[in-house]
């Protein structure tokens, strides 16, 4: 079975810059997370889909990301106009359903440096 | 707010040795549990999870351990090897929102 997919793995860009991320979840599962991690740090929660729908978008930095997933299966995320702290791993992950139990799988993260 | 974090930052072990890894967590309303494992340039992979309703569950050289009493998780790793070297981290959820919280990981060594 394939994995979660993710891409660009690395991208460095300029602050003020845009940047997007793309991501291709299991097969068959409803439930899509984007997640930053900074270095040194665990994993946080930006946003969580459920299909095409947003669960939870609390801890998304309006202003300046956002995150799209019109069909239901692959997400973008974007960050526009970049900033130095957010430079961080981008991990894209996905669960079959919103029960708790369902195990969540990840990508191996797309890689942001802000300079 | 809420949160899970961990009591050693860094962990030693020589090759062979059982591995102990803890976890305190602050949100008693939690019901999940997961450990993952994750290696350099790696996204997190599932190691394994428990319930609320459980205090122990084995897996394939891995333990985890539930004490709800005083908030803690831990995760035994039995004849420790070079592999098992990684960053570990122990995350939560609640049934009523399917959030994971993770905390900020443990650096397991394995010395040969």
């Known amino acids: 079975e394939a994995g979660v997919a993710q891409s660009p793995r690395y991208k460095i860009i300029e602050k003020r810059q845009s940047v997007a991320f793309w991501c291709n979840p299991i097969?068959?599962?409803?439930?899509l997370y984007w997640y930053q991690q900074i270095l040194g740090q665990g994993p946080k929660l930006l946003i969580q889909f459920q299909n095409n729908g947003v669960v939870d978008d609390s801890q998304l930095p309006k202003d300046r990301f956002s995150a799209e997933r019109l069909k239901g299966v692959d997400s973008t995320l974007k960050i526009q106009p970049a900033k130095l702290e957010d430079s961080a791993v981008y991990l894209c992950?996905?669960?079959?359903?919103?029960?708790?139990?369902?195990?969540?799988?990840f990508g191996e993260g797309s890689w942001l440096t802000v300079v | 707010g809420e949160s899970v974090g961990l009591h050693l930052p860094t962990l030693s072990v020589q090759e062979g040795d059982n591995s102990i890894i803890n976890c305190a967590y602050s949100n008693s309303a939690s019901d999940y549990f997961i450990w993952y494992k994750q290696e350099s340039g790696k996204g997190p992979q599932f190691i394994i999870d428990i319930r609320s309703n459980m205090d122990k569950r084995q897996g394939q050289r891995v333990t985890v351990l539930l004490n709800k009493t005083v908030k803690h998780l831990s995760l035994q790793i039995a004849a420790t090897q070079p592999g098992d070297s990684a960053v570990y981290f122990c995350a939560e959820s609640m049934s009523s929102n399917y959030k994971l919280t993770f905390g900020k990981g443990t650096l397991l060594t394995v010395n040969p």
């Open positions: 992950a996905s669960s079959s359903g919103l029960s708790s139990g369902n195990t969540i799988y």
């Open positions: 097969s068959g599962h409803a439930t």
